[in-house]
DNA sequence: CGGAGTATTGAAACCTATCAACAATTGTGG
DNA sequence: CCACAATTGTTGATAGGTTTCAATACTCCG
């Protein structure tokens, strides 16, 4: 439904900015420039800075002994990596792109919470919209199809760069095919099936590897909430 | 591992207790009872109290147009429900038991947490570790086989009563095997046949219908850590 | 232009779902 | 207390969606 855009609006980044201002606020950052691929944090990693995304994307995955992984979130500018209430990383940082990134230290943003209360409530809604965004995508892997969870990711990602100033259907995917079946829980083929048979059923257009458009979103939204008359 | 228990241990509960504290000192509670299957709250609601369950089970669920569903997750007791920053419910709630529990205004706790603003930091770290588990989830829903998803969950549950004080391998499930594989994206169908095909491996008892012993926890972590050597 | 990495496409295999039957348990009323 | 119905769980056979394996096409860069 078009609602759901509205609502993933408010879910996915409204409490962002307060994030961003809290940590710019948190004074002296430093700079810190990433080649795509570098890692930033290892999961389990104590948690001794926090991140500000200036430009570039991130991945957020933890991994499994045989090589499996499953990623957790993509990062973009203005999101922040670290703003947890645990001693330690729950996930693995990596650069997907070129990233630059202010680093803060984490103690300073602590105090900063002590001698301003109201940041630490608006932590708890930060984390409660993340914890939102993460259920939704638990009932995407647990109960969902390929197609449908495809189709939930690339609005997903267009409601995301909404918020950043997009047009709402020209999607940037600055990460690989392979980062994308990691997300969904899938395989890059099946990611790479489903691509062309959105494209063949006319539901999206894919201009080049790192872009897509979206052209018929009411279609995808359909498929996305289970609607099941998909059309393909 | 025999780590991941402990390390379970500390993500799972550790910030129940400072909740259950916070809930109570709000004062003036309601106590409401509720039969097996009656509906606490429904997806989309506006938040108006917060529930501390006192005894029974809870199961938290999504779900889609047509029918299928993901349970979040269960509660059981000195769990809390409605305890989000946000304005609306993320999922429903419906007894799985007979439920006792305690009802408190969501606008009295809001107010406690104004005057005191060390509330307001020990929720943050309470929907952190939330979001530990959800993302441990995803990994489970994404990336693990049915068998390494059973696992995954015999062990979770294990460390969540030891939390509550059981000896550690005497599981209790309140819920059915369809809750179960509404939880782990699979169906009753495969539920029970792990089960069985576990129990004839020899890692668990089935004493009934809602008792399991493990009675090979290491074989069982392996399995759930995607160690592969499964052995059943 | 060539080569490495990435993406697409095809064929076969596999895991899990689905459909179906049966067993076990629980609850109910005679 | 037993008999029966209803619910829940187990087991089997088959089907189907994704994965896996393999080959080919594309794209970016040196």
Redesign the interface.
């Known amino acids: 439904m078009a609602t759901s855009m509205v609502v993933e609006n408010t ?1 996915g980044q409204a409490w962002q900015r307060p994030c961003v201002d809290l940590v710019r606020e948190s004074g002296l950052g430093v700079t810190i420039n990433l080649a795509a691929g570098q890692t930033i944090v290892v999961e389990g990693d104590p948690i001794d800075n926090v991140y500000l995304i200036v430009s570039g994307s991130l991945r957020l995955y ?1 991994a ?3 090589g ?3 990623i ?1 979130d993509f990062l973009g500018p203005k999101d922040c990596l670290g703003l ?3 001693g330690h990383h ?2 693995s940082a990596e650069a997907i792109t070129d990233v630059v990134m202010i680093r803060y230290p984490h103690r300073r943003l602590e105090s900063l ?1 002590e001698a301003n ?1 109201e940041f ?2 608006s ?3 930060l ?6 965004r ?6 995407a ?4 199809s390929a197609e449908e969870r495809v189709a939930s990711f690339l609005l997903d990602l267009a409601n995301r760069q909404w918020d950043a100033g997009t047009n709402g259907t020209d999607i940037h995917l600055a990460m690989s095919r392979q980062d994308i079946a ?4 899938l395989t890059i083929e099946t990611v790479s099936r489903i691509f062309t048979r959105f494209k063949v059923a006319g539901m999206i257009r894919l201009p080049d590897r790192h872009a897509v458009v979206l052209s018929d979103v009411e279609r995808l939204s359909n498929l996305a ?4 008359f998909a059309a393909c």
């Not at 984390?127 to 939102?132: D, K, M, N, P, R």
């Not at 892997?141 to 969902?144: F, M, P, Q, V």
């Open positions: 879910y933890k499994v002994a045989d499996r992984r499953q957790i947890t209430g645990l729950a996930y919470i209360p630490g409530h932590l708890f809604r984390a409660c919209s993340e914890l939102g993460a259920q939704q995508r638990m009932l892997l647990g109960r969902k990691d997300h969904l829980g909430d289970g609607d099941e």
